[in-house]
Every structure is written in structure tokens, then in C-alpha cells.
């Protein structure tokens, strides 16, 4: 027997003491509603209604039993107004500052098609950490070691000026080489790269090569270091895609086989589940990954 239903239409007929503007209260038909109310009458094992009487006078058994269950029919409507709210709520995703508006507008409209609520919070690598320990964001994608990333984002470098050349060395950069002159070109490192298994291994090449230590820098933002190579002979360590976004030419490093690595965290619960079953694919474009973290 469907409990809730039943005590639904016996509330409703009680309130307005007639089965048939019962019925219309409870958005049921009439005879549904009397045999709603029968079949609670047999559950419970007497009369609700004095059956008497044209009007739906209450018995006193039924007067007896009508708090409890109006108690339990706003219980189901509490219910049901939060499992609505619940679903309402978003999905908050700190992702890197590095994914573009367009790529975030179409991740979360990809996720609204999975049923996903989803709301993207672009923030530097270490603010992610913050957001999620503090569970102001119930999920981040984080900076990951290679061999511990779930997705891998190829960097090279990124010019104002297409090299010419299959790949970019760092040597090249060294000044007086070739017979460069003119002030010294620099190397500049997103704030998503400045991570220690991306930083320091660029580091450590620089000084191998014998570049100046200013030669390789951390930008404050991504439209600093945009502004800085597009005015000279810089360059950007980027992935390709986020090249082509900035009107920038695309080389693979020399020295390095370099990838920026992401991993998925959060507070637990179901959003992993989320996240792998739903959106997986649609985040593993919007942060320009190799799709080779799928979902298990």
C-alpha cells in the first residue's frame, strides 16, 4: 500500500470534510481517493470516516490517527523539497585558471545535458588545495606528478613568431650564442606551472645550458605573460591548444618531454562518481588533457 498517498487523501478529505473536494486537493480522482482511504482503513484496522453521513466526518478513531498522519504527509513534502534543492545544488569544481571562458561555458553545458549541475572555480594550483580543505568546493583538479595525474597536458613553448624549427631547444637561448645580441630572450612559467615537477625540472635544464637565472620567470598571469612574449622574442611554456588560443605558434621543447599533470580530488561522497561516470570526457577537453585517464 502506498502509505503516503493514503494519508495524503485522508488528510485532505478530513480538511475539507467531502471526498470529492478531498479528491480535487489531493489531485486524484474521487474513487482513487476512497479507495486510498479504505485501503488505510484496512491497514490500520478501523474506520477514519463516519460512512453514515454524506459529509466526511471524521470518526473518532480517525480523529485520533489524523495528526500523525498529517505529520507524516509534510514529512514526504520536506523530503521531496529536499531531494529538489539537493538536486539543484552545484557541483563546485576548482579547476586552473588556465581553462578558457569558452571551455568552461561549454563544460558546464555539457554537464547541465549528463544532469550535472556544475559550477567551475578557476584558481591557481595551491588556492585549489585551500578551496577543497576548506570544502568551499566539493571537488578540484589538482597539480599531479606525472606518474600520479589522471590527465597529461603536453607544455612547450609558445612564440609571437612561428621558429621554424621542429623543436625548440633552451641552449638557443643562451646569450651571445650564434651571435645574438640585443637583450636576453626569456622563458616564461604560467602560475599553473609553478609546481615543483614542472618548475624545477625546467630550472635544472636552464642551469645545465648555462641560461641566465632571470631568463626563466614566473609570470604574475597569463595576460602578463602573453603581453611579454607577444612584444619580443619570448616565449611561453603552454600547452598547444592554449597556443592557438593566444594567436601563438606551438613548438615542442628540445630538452624536455614536459606535461602538466592533473588529478582529480574532492570531499567524498558521490561527486567522484559524478565526475568519472558523466563529465569525465567533457573535463579532460576543457583543460586541453590527453584523454588516457578514462573512467574506471
Known sequence: MDLVGACTAFVHVSEQRSFTLGAAAARVPQPVASRRVAALERHLGARLFDRS???????????????????????????????????????????????????????????????????????????????????????????????????????????????????????TLRPGRGGASGPPRHVWLQPEDDVPHVRDRVYRVRD??????????????????????LGSGDYLLAPPDQARELGLYWTPLGELDLARGLAVATTGGEDPDLLRSKVWTSVARCVGAVEDGAPE
Open 208 to 229: 645545465m645550458v648555462g641560461l641566465r637565472s632571470g631568463q626563466v620567470r614566473v609570470a604574475h598571469s597569463v595576460p602578463a605573460a602573453t603581453a611579454a612574449v
Open 53 to 171: 453521513t454524506r459529509r466526511g466526518e471524521l470518526t473518532p478513531f480517525g480523529r485520533a490517527m489524523l495528526p500523525t498522519a498529517r505529520r507524516l504527509v509534510q514529512l514526504a513534502e520536506a523530503l521531496e523539497d529536499a531531494a529538489e534543492h539537493a538536486l539543484r545544488t552545484p557541483l563546485r569544481v576548482a579547476v586552473p585558471e588556465t581553462c578558457s571562458m569558452l571551455r568552461l561555458a561549454r563544460l558546464q553545458l555539457e554537464a547541465k545535458d549528463h544532469g550535472v549541475v556544475l559550477e567551475a572555480h578557476p584558481a591557481p594550483p595551491a588556492t585549489r588545495i585551500e578551496l577543497l580543505q576548506t570544502q568551499e568546493i566539493r571537488a578540484a583538479l589538482v597539480a599531479a606528478p606525472a606518474d600520479e595525474a589522471t590527465w597529461h597536458i603536453p607544455l612547450g613553448l609558445a612564440s609571437a613568431t612561428d621558429p621554424g624549427v621542429d623543436s625548440l631547444f633552451l641552449q
